[in-house]
């Protein structure tokens, strides 16, 4: 195993497994940590609350391949508003889980327990790891029980990951039942203050390398190319996608019987469930001026002049539904937990997070009975043109 490379080559955090461990203070999740990195990557000491932020290692765990793992707090250290915090930010670690190790050097008390109830519920799959020489009489399963850490030891352990932990790529293909070998793809990106200097961004990039996954001849231009690429194609393009924002204008221009879609709409059926965040954009229709709104953001950033969630989404809204609509931006991690005061929630396209932690987010707006939908999805049916809209897997 292995240390990912860092820099343009390495594989996003969001596109890998994450492998995070779970356990009460002082009980050797950290240890165990740096067993499975390769390295020190967390602070050991003899006294518990140690690790008091989750830790993360990017790391490559043969045959998963890429995996990022994950040292949290102690989940027993509550008592205090610091410890609150540190225990929320392990429930947070907990959302956006492929794999839980949950870790105790006794038998396992009664908070552990729980854990393991809550890790169940969530429908992670969960190793128990007896550490520190513990070895129960009648052991949960699945478990692993560590005396010392040796080489061979973090090989038992590293075997009962890869045993435990699902097979193949967390997300799906972004443009599955979209593109075949030999389609001609026409990717539409504008490149505006929005987009990075001298590079593309995240959506771009992994829609570009899943299309060459799939043996397509991928050709890209700018909206204002857009009619001139069309007439030097000698056939149009099977598939046409866009950024969001363009979306009318390149619906106007796409040719008979070819798809479109755009990298928004792709992400949101890679990352979530695509039936319900289009529902939730038909919801849309039932705002009323007294409506509340809320729109996320995965990733916290300086918002630039006419950022498509802070100021085009909500004045487009706002047209429609009415200037008293109320909406309200949240970024990163300030998701709340009461969500039954919004008539919808607009998400971005979560690039920056894994399926699992989106997955959750949509789970906790079902429960709550709030519609949501992503920003392309509400931007095609906000133009009119969500029914031409193709969507991978259930692609129309």
């Known amino acids: ?20 461990l779970f356990g009460r203070r002082n009980v050797g999740k950290s240890s165990l940590f ?91 799959p969960v190793l128990v790891v007896y550490n520190k020489g513990y070895q129960p009489e009648h052991p949960l399963q699945p478990s692993v029980a560590v005396d010392v850490i040796t080489e061979a030891t973090t090989r038992l352990l590293r075997e009962a990951v890869i045993s435990l932990a699902p097979q193949g790529d967390v997300t799906p293909s972004l443009t599955a039942g979209l593109a075949a070998p030999g389609d001609v793809v026409l990717l539409v990106m504008p490149q505006d203050r929005q987009a990075p200097r001298g590079r593309l961004i995240l959506p771009q ?20 190319r857009l009619e001139a690429t069309l007439a030097a194609l000698a056939a149009p393009p099977k598939l046409m996608i866009t950024d969001s924002q363009v979306f ?64 085009k989404l909500p004045r487009i809204l706002r047209a429609r539904v009415g200037q008293s609509l109320e909406v309200e931006i949240r970024s990163g991690k300030d998701w709340p937990a009461d969500l039954s005061g919004y008539d919808l929630i607009i998400h971005c ?26 920003y392309g999805l509400a931007i095609a049916h906000l133009k009119g043109i969500l029914p031409r809209v193709s969507l991978p897997n259930t692609a129309n």
């Open 1 to 20: 195993m292995e240390n990912a490379t860092s820099g343009f080559n390495a594989t996003p955090q969001a596109s890998r497994l994450h492998i995070a």
């Open 34 to 124: 740096n067993a499975l990195a390769g390295q020190p990557a967390a602070i050991v000491a003899d006294h518990a609350g140690t690790t008091t932020d989750p830790v993360r290692r990017a790391i490559e765990l043969h045959p998963l391949g890429p995996c990022l793992l994950i040292d949290t707090a102690g989940y027993d250290e509550a008592d205090d508003e610091i410890g609150r915090r540190r225990l929320q930010a392990t429930l947070d670690v907990a959302a956006t889980a492929d794999v839980a190790l949950l870790v105790t050097d006794t038998a396992p008390q009664t908070i552990d327990l729980e854990w393991l109830n809550r890790l169940r519920a969530m429908e992670l």
């Open 205 to 224: 990039v992994q829609t570009i390398r899943d299309l060459l996954d799939r043996e397509c001849t991928v050709v890209g231009c700018t909206p204002a």
């Open 248 to 311: 009318d204008f390149v619906a106007a221009r796409c040719p008979e019987g070819c798809r479109l879609t755009s990298f928004s709409v792709l992400m949101a059926a890679a990352k979530g469930d695509i039936g319900y965040l289009a529902d939730g954009a038909r919801h849309i229709d039932r705002l009323t001026p007294a409506s509340r709104v809320l729109i996320a953001e995965a990733c916290t950033h300086a918002p630039l002049t006419e950022d498509i969630g802070r100021e």
């Open 349 to 374: 396209g979560a690039c920056m997070f894994n399926r699992r932690q989106m997955l959750s987010r949509i789970a906790r707006a079902r429960e709550q009975s709030v519609a949501m939908t992503n």
